[in-house]
């Protein structure tokens, strides 16, 4: 047997000498193999110990095998239990395999049945650890912890995301490109009992209308020109899980009306097919378009409109949470850090106000981008803003052009308009918190609430239009 599969193992038998031969054997093979005489004296062992596989006889003096696989099933579900019987029934083994006993030998033993047992409890473990290791990985990498911000509007969505995860229920997300659309989709399925189920994904806007249809729903051999096979589609593909369709405005008037039909019946023929196929599959569609407006001219059905509209998120775009750019910028700081094999430590100062005072029309996949350049081009341990794109530096110096027009002499009038917008936009983007404004802004409140009295900013004035 291979090494990898070397386990810990637990004999529970009131015979010492069949627990010790049993016990012998299991060791010979490289096994690390304790005894047990009696019920209790095994539960405790078990308790104390994280066992791999139990070889457990079901008489025992003080409780029977089957009290012991009880307890095993409920407080160490992660081992496995093999029973042993000098009387085997088929009754009492179908017993043991209901309670959750992983296998049912019968005495004498005969060693290589033993052996066969054991090596097949082990190798069983070792699929679900390693199973569990690849969940662990994917919730890290696709989970709610994953979608990173603080600002009060990203909170809301991830109330958002964890009050519908785990439902059937059609769920459309709205945002400018760059938002973090596809990572909100993702964290939904992850999230849900849909999370062991595949996560399929189609854009939409990248297919013309023609393949887009055979991309969902497949098609069969001959439905047109190079259809030389049949083709599961995207949807039987997605059957138990998730599939997300990005850039929904896109699809064409005939695709909506196929959507609309599985969004209703949850069924559909492949192009060029009669047979009907059902399907179990959980919906997240995702638009940078105003929908609304695309039914009030006609461009997208009405009735398909309300069938996915039924749970509206909406991503929020950078510009109005830069409290949540030092975070963004630190978190991928460290991951092109270890990308590239650099020890860039941080953002200066300036560098940093930089970011913050910038609009990201790109949204978070431009910062995304904008780090790893300069993550690339320092050259110490410092990011400045001459390792800045250019886009960046150009933004950030207009406030000093509009300082060196205005005169040497009067660089505070000159600073007024750019200061008082920058106060205005960390208040909206921190839903007019002064607390959370006065620390993205680096700031204390006292500051801050001097400063808008000074430029006489109040959230009724801004919301009348006032200012």
């Known amino acids: 047997m291979s090494e990898t599969f070397k386990g810990s ?82 009754e009492s083994a179908v017993e043991a395999i209901r309670i959750g006993a992983f296998d049912y ?51 809301k969505l991830y109330d958002m995301i964890e009050a519908v995860a785990d439902t059937r229920t059609t769920v459309l997300i709205l945002g400018e490109s760059g938002t973090g659309k596809t990572m909100t989709a993702r964290a939904i399925h992850q999230l849900s009992s849909r999370r062991d189920k595949p996560f399929v994904e189609v854009a939409c806007g990248a297919l013309p209308d023609t393949l887009l249809e055979s991309e969902l729903f497949g098609h069969v051999a001959g439905a047109f020109t190079g259809a030389t096979t049949d ?15 990005d850039e929904i405005a896109t699809a064409s008037p005939s695709l909506q009306v196929k959507l609309l039909r599985v969004l209703q019946d949850r069924e559909f023929e492949p192009v060029g097919g009669t047979k009907t196929y059902k399907v179990d599959v959980r919906l997240i569609l995702a638009t940078n378009q105003d929908l609304e407006d695309l039914v009030r001219q006609g461009k997208f059905r009405e009735d398909l409109y309300y069938r996915i509209n039924v749970i509206t ?3 929020p775009p950078l510009r109005e949470r830069i ?40 949204n978070v996949r431009e910062l995304i981008n904008v780090v790893e350049r300069a993550v690339v081009l320092c050259k110490g341990d410092v990011i400045t803003l001459q ?81």
Request: proline share 3%.
């Open 9 to 90: 193992l637990l004999v529970v038998d009131d015979d010492q000498h069949i627990r010790e031969a049993i016990a012998d054997y299991l060791r010979s093979l490289g096994h690390r193999t304790e005894t047990a005489g009696t019920c209790r004296e095994a539960i405790r062992r078990m308790d104390e110990y994280p066992f791999d596989v139990v070889v457990c006889d079901v008489n025992l003096p003080d409780l029977d095998g089957f009290h012991l696989l009880e307890w095993a099933v409920d407080n160490t579900p992660d081992t496995a239990v093999i029973m042993l019987t000098g009387y085997g029934t088929i």
């Open 105 to 155: 030998l019968t005495k004498p033993l005969i060693d290589d049945e033993l052996n066969l047992a054991v090596t097949r409890a082990l190798e069983k473990r070792k699929i679900v650890e390693e199973n569990r290791n690849l969940r662990a990985q994917l919730d890290e990498r696709y989970g709610l912890n994953n979608i990173i911000g603080r600002d009060y509007k990203m909170l």
């Open 231 to 245: 083709k599961m589609g995207k949807f039987l593909q997605a059957d138990g899980g998730t599939l997300f369709l």
């Open 313 to 315: 998120l909406t991503q």
């Open 323 to 362: 409290g949540d750019i030092p975070l963004l910028a630190e978190h991928y700081l460290k991951e092109f850090n270890e990308q590239n094999g650099k020890k860039v430590k941080r953002f200066d100062d300036a560098a940093m106000q930089a970011m913050q005072r910038y609009h990201w029309p790109g």
């Open 387 to 467: 390792d800045l794109p250019e886009t960046l530096r150009r933004d950030d110096s207009t406030i000093r052009g509009l300082a060196a027009r205005a005169g040497a002499g009067s660089l505070k009038e000159a600073l007024v308009e750019p200061e008082r917008q920058i106060i205005i936009d960390a208040l909206e983007a921190n839903g007019w918190n002064r607390q959370a404004t006065a620390k993205a802004l680096g700031i204390n409140r006292t500051t801050l609430y001097k400063k808008m009295k000074k430029y006489g900013i109040s959230y009724e004035r801004q919301m009348m239009g006032q200012l």
